[in-house]
């Protein structure tokens, strides 16, 4: 992370440090929420202006830091208008998600069953969907870790993202012919600054 990302007044790397010694992924994960609320509210220079900008030909996914001992990473997405992810998954890591700019739309899933599991075809059921702000967090922890982001607003949005590890690939559920949804493996890289 570039000195000029963080206010000196907070340093989001060492909190995420000391949160990540947690013995279990509910207490880790809930620290990480924790920090990273604290350093939304330590206000708005938080991430260089590099961090901010929408791409072109989806949401920009840029990493703010890796952490030397491949426990987490720390990834920053902006969502334009009408940008969004499909239906997919952390491919078994989990992720601690906040709101740092805008609002940003989560729609939860449930897998409930293997269709064809031949295929890669299997069934989700819809767990609910909520539209989050500034500030607010949540964490995903595997098995519960399938969902959809999108922006539902004119203006750009931008969330941090913590991940147990690189994410450098997922899976995505994309609608199959014959019902259920297909999965897919896609691999994730970051966008150019």
């Known amino acids: 992370m570039s000195g000029t990302a963080l206010q000196p007044s907070f ?17 880790r994960c809930h620290r990480i929420k ?3 609320q604290v ?6 220079g938080l991430l260089a202006p590099r961090f901010l900008a929408p791409a072109v030909e989806g949401y920009a996914r840029r990493l703010l830091h890796r952490d030397p001992s491949g426990r987490y990473s720390v990834v920053v997405m902006v969502w334009d208008r009408g940008q969004g992810t499909a239906l997919h998954d952390h491919a ?30 299997w069934d989700f059921r819809s767990e609910g969907d ?3 702000g500034v500030g607010d967090a949540g964490a995903l922890i595997p098995p519960f870790e399938y969902h959809r982001i999108s922006n539902p607003d004119k203006t750009p949005a931008v969330t941090i993202h913590v991940y147990g590890g690189e ?7 994309e609608p199959a ?8 493996r896609k691999p994730l890289g970051y966008t150019p600054e």
């Not at 078994?92 to 599991?117: L, P, Q, T």
């Not at 994410?167 to 559920?173: A, E, F, I, L, S």
């Open 11 to 27: 340093d989001l790397v060492q909190e995420l440090d000391r949160a990540i010694i947690a013995t279990d992924d509910t207490t």
């Open 34 to 36: 924790d920090a990273l």
């Open 39 to 44: 350093a939304v509210e330590a206000g708005a």
């Open 92 to 121: 078994g890591r989990w992720c601690v998600e906040c709101v740092y700019r805008g609002r940003v739309r989560v729609e939860n899933f449930s897998r409930i069953a293997d269709r064809d599991s031949t295929r890669e075809i």
């Open 130 to 132: 909520l539209v989050t």
């Open 167 to 173: 994410m450098d690939g997922c899976n995505v559920y």
């Open 177 to 184: 012919p014959n019902g259920g949804y297909h999965r897919v």
